[in-house]
């Protein structure tokens, strides 16, 4: 075992029925009452250290942990003297930025809940209905935006209609600049956060709304200060280092505001926002710079942000020694990594001649704050999410219909008490134990052996049945069609409920489409030289020897791309299959007509 990493320790009881329960043999360390401690720990012992940067020019603004602090606590004076609090949440429609980072904070410190939205809430016309429900579930009392004009449409929406605007750029009449905040006020900040504690609202955040209306997740403070104590507790080199991070994730999620910001904050080091995306192009190009100016000891992305940042890499001899120069961990989540991925990093650590990085990943929701389970040993491969944070009970029940399989259910400190306003949502997510039901499946790595890892397996809910009666595991099904299509596929849906064979709807990468030609038929499919090269890339998958709820028999590869503003696409950037399914119905019943002509049938024409 690496002496940097603490090797995974879990306790297991298993149940008469079969239900396993599993909890960390660690315990959970002295927690935070509150995200203010953090502040004033870090403006005392390191005043002068960059906390949050931001690009501006050719270089970056920077806040030092002293200013931040001066700040937050004038703007958490400046809401106080308005009156508002617990009761009166602002919404936040712009992405990540300093001044929304000390707005967030200022907040925080006062006692008053933030909701930050998806950005495409308001900038995308047809997603602003998404923006119109927020507004009246959470009945604001402050909106904010950094730029008045981009967002001047959405804070025109009717919901907003009284509702004091506050921009840090082009105000519309009657806003508020956000300068005028930083002004201060006569209330007592220091008293108010002294009131602050672990069950004041901290956050409400959205859920992606995949089957219904977004949901808003009560966030406390609780919640944020034991995760991170949690997260603490299991990486030891965050607290024996000042992490520092380059990180786009959007802070209306909880991976990038709720786990990344606050491993910032709670352990003093600094987060300089990437405002580019792991989306090819400008945007890439903008995240490569950005590293070209700035080091970091962690890098949190999506798999398809590391794989297109290995490419980088390999070609760029000068940014890998900075890249792995120092580099503690890499951390994937919202989809599995490719193993390729995963080996190509070892391999160009190992060059370097450090220490490898622990390549890692975990699991977790809204509703946990995030972090739940985590490798924080290295795993011998990538898929597995690793083993229950301190303080948390996993509540393992079986898969009636799948042996080896469990619904993963949790309950501690860190876990949601419920959601905003919605007590019959808040009723329905608790098992009569008090464990939180999430919905997703998990499998032991080894079934013997718990410290070996869990293995996430899917969505209960995404699963179907074929006509045979057999189940299909959608998400896993998923997650094995992307990896061999890459990096053709940005994305896709598994078919096939109620029918007698598996298929996939795909969404081409534009790249990939634009390169191979791909021609629209006219009615929703593309035909041509990428779909011959995607059938050709799925064809081990319709191996006869896998079984029907293995084998990919077909596929139909879209035209159009998914829509926001019909919620194809969820706050998250994620598809949701639901909809896609139900808004294509037409295609699906195409993809099962073995008499049309842009339907892929898979080992038969690849």
Same mark, same amino acid.
């Given at each position: 075992?690496?002496? /940097?990493?603490?090797?995974?320790?879990?306790?297991?009881?298993?149940?008469?029925?079969?239900t396993v329960l599993l909890s960390s043999g660690y315990?959970?360390?002295?927690?935070?009452?509150?995200?203010?401690?953090?502040?004033?720990?870090?403006?005392?012992?390191?005043?002068?250290?960059?906390?949050?940067?931001?690009?501006?020019?050719?270089?970056?603004?920077?806040?030092?942990?002293?200013?931040?602090?001066?700040?937050?606590?004038?703007?958490?004076?400046?809401?106080?003297?308005?009156?508002?609090?617990?009761?009166?949440?602002?919404?936040?429609?712009?992405?990540?930025?300093?001044?929304?980072?000390?707005?967030?904070?200022?907040?925080?410190?006062?006692?008053? &809940?933030?909701?930050?939205?998806?950005?495409?809430?308001?900038?995308i016309p047809a997603a602003r209905g998404r923006l119109?429900?927020?507004?009246?579930?959470?009945?604001?009392?402050?909106?904010?935006?950094?730029?008045?004009?981009?967002?001047?449409?959405?804070?025109?929406?009717?919901?907003?209609?009284?509702?004091?605007?506050?921009?840090?750029?082009?105000?519309?009449?009657?806003?508020?600049?956000?300068?005028?905040?930083?002004?201060?006020?006569?209330?007592?900040?220091?008293?108010?956060?002294?009131?602050?504690?672990?069950?004041?609202?901290?956050?409400?955040?959205?859920?992606?709304?995949?089957?219904?209306?977004?949901?808003?997740?009560?966030?406390?403070?609780?919640?944020?200060?034991?995760?991170?104590?949690?997260?603490?507790?299991?990486?030891?080199?965050?607290?024996?280092?000042?992490?520092?991070?380059?990180?786009?994730?959007?802070?209306?999620?909880?991976?990038?505001?709720?786990?990344?910001?606050?491993?910032?904050?709670?352990?003093?080091?600094?987060?300089?926002?990437?405002?580019?995306?792991?989306?090819?192009?400008? @945007?890439?190009?903008?995240?490569?710079?950005?590293?070209?100016?700035?080091?970091?000891?962690?890098?949190?992305?999506?798999?398809?942000?590391?794989?297109?940042?290995?490419?980088?890499?390999?070609?760029?001899?000068?940014?890998?020694?900075?890249?792995?120069?120092?580099?503690?961990?890499?951390?994937?989540?919202?989809?599995?990594?490719?193993?390729?991925?995963?080996?190509?990093?070892?391999?160009?650590?190992?060059?370097?001649?450090?220490?490898?990085?622990?390549?890692?990943?975990?699991?977790?929701?809204?509703?946990?704050?995030?972090?739940?389970?985590e490798a924080y040993e290295p795993m011998p491969r990538?898929?597995?999410?690793?083993?229950? @944070?301190?303080?948390?009970?996993?509540?393992?029940?079986?898969? &009636?219909?799948?042996?080896?399989?469990?619904?993963? /259910?949790?309950?501690?400190?860190?876990?949601?008490?419920?959601?905003?306003?919605?007590?019959?949502?808040?009723?329905?997510?608790?098992?009569?134990?008090?464990?939180?039901?999430?919905?997703?499946?998990?499998?032991?790595?080894?079934?013997?052996?718990?410290?070996?890892?869990?293995?996430?397996?899917?969505?209960?809910?995404?699963?179907?049945?074929?006509?045979?009666?057999?189940?299909?595991?959608?998400?896993?099904?998923?997650?094995?069609?992307?990896?061999?299509?890459?990096?053709?596929?940005?994305?896709?849906?598994?078919?096939?409920?109620?029918?007698?064979?598996?298929?996939?709807?795909?969404? &081409?990468?534009? /790249?990939?489409?634009?390169?191979?030609?791909?021609?629209?038929?006219?009615?929703?499919?593309?035909?041509?030289?990428?779909?011959?090269?995607?059938?050709?890339?799925?064809?081990?998958?319709?191996?006869?020897? /896998?079984?029907?709820?293995?084998?990919?028999?077909?596929?139909?590869?879209?035209?159009?791309?998914?829509?926001?503003?019909?919620?194809?696409?969820?706050?998250?950037?994620?598809?949701?299959?639901?909809?896609?399914?139900?808004?294509?119905?037409?295609?699906?019943?195409?993809?099962?007509?073995?008499?049309?002509?842009?339907?892929?049938?898979?080992?038969?024409?690849?």
């Amino acid at each position: 075992m690496d002496e /940097r990493f603490l090797p995974h320790k879990v306790i297991r009881e298993d149940r008469p029925d079969g239900t396993v329960l599993l909890s960390s043999g660690y315990p959970l360390g002295p927690v935070a009452r509150n995200t203010g401690e953090w502040q004033r720990r870090w403006a005392a012992e390191a005043p002068s250290r960059a906390f949050l940067a931001e690009r501006s020019g050719p270089g970056w603004r920077t806040m030092a942990y002293g200013e931040a602090l001066e700040m937050t606590q004038a703007i958490a004076a400046a809401l106080l003297d308005r009156g508002m609090g617990a009761e009166t949440p602002i919404l936040i429609l712009s992405g990540n930025g300093v001044d929304h980072g000390l707005l967030m904070l200022a907040a925080h410190y006062a006692g008053v &809940p933030v909701v930050p939205i998806a950005e495409q809430y308001s900038l995308i016309p047809a997603a602003r209905g998404r923006l119109t429900h927020v507004a009246g579930l959470t009945r604001p009392a402050m909106v904010f935006a950094a730029d008045g004009a981009a967002f001047g449409d959405a804070l025109a929406d009717p919901r907003l209609d009284g509702v004091e605007v506050v921009v840090s750029a082009n105000p519309p009449a009657g806003a508020t600049p956000f300068s005028d905040l930083l002004r201060g006020g006569a209330a007592d900040a220091e008293a108010a956060n002294a009131r602050v504690g672990p069950e004041t609202l901290a956050k409400i955040l959205m859920t992606s709304g995949s089957t219904s209306d977004p949901k808003g997740v009560i966030t406390t403070q609780g919640m944020l200060t034991t995760n991170q104590t949690q997260v603490g507790d299991s990486f030891p080199f965050v607290r024996a280092r000042p992490p520092e991070i380059i990180d786009w994730l959007p802070w209306n999620h909880c991976f990038g505001g709720s786990h990344n910001f606050n491993l910032i904050l709670a352990n003093g080091g600094t987060l300089w926002i990437d405002d580019g995306k792991p989306m090819k192009g400008p @945007l890439f190009d903008r995240t490569m710079e950005n590293h070209r100016l700035a080091d970091c000891t962690m890098s949190f992305n999506v798999p398809v942000g590391h794989a297109q940042m290995l490419e980088v890499l390999r070609a760029d001899a000068v940014l890998r020694r900075r890249f792995f120069d120092g580099m503690d961990m890499i951390f994937y989540a919202g989809a599995a990594l490719p193993q390729a991925i995963w080996d190509g990093f070892e391999e160009l650590a190992e060059a370097e001649g450090g220490p490898r990085p622990l390549i890692t990943s975990a699991w977790g929701l809204t509703e946990t704050a995030p972090s739940a389970i985590e490798a924080y040993e290295p795993m011998p491969r990538a898929g597995i999410v690793g083993a229950p @944070l301190g303080g948390l009970s996993l509540k393992m029940v079986p898969d &009636p219909d799948d042996p080896g399989r469990y619904e993963v /259910r949790i309950k501690g400190p860190s876990i949601t008490p419920g959601y905003y306003r919605d007590p019959a949502k808040t009723v329905e997510a608790f098992d009569e134990e008090g464990y939180f039901r999430s919905g997703d499946a998990m499998r032991f790595e080894d079934p013997v052996r718990a410290e070996a890892g869990l293995i996430f397996d899917g969505r209960m809910g995404e699963d179907f049945k074929l006509t045979t009666g057999v189940w299909v595991r959608a998400a896993n099904l998923r997650l094995e069609a992307l990896a061999a299509l890459a990096p053709l596929a940005a994305d896709l849906v598994v078919a096939g409920h109620g029918r007698d064979e598996v298929g996939l709807l795909i969404v &081409p990468a534009a /790249r990939a489409e634009a390169e191979l030609n791909g021609a629209p038929d006219g009615r929703g499919a593309l035909t041509g030289p990428l779909a011959e090269e995607i059938a050709r890339r799925l064809a081990p998958l319709a191996d006869a020897q /896998r079984g029907s709820s293995l084998r990919i028999a077909r596929a139909l590869v879209l035209a159009e791309p998914p829509s926001v503003g019909d919620g194809e696409i969820t706050a998250k950037g994620n598809l949701n299959n639901k909809k896609m399914l139900a808004r294509r119905a037409a295609l699906v019943d195409r993809l099962y007509d073995d008499g049309d002509g842009a339907v892929l049938r898979i080992g038969a024409n690849g």
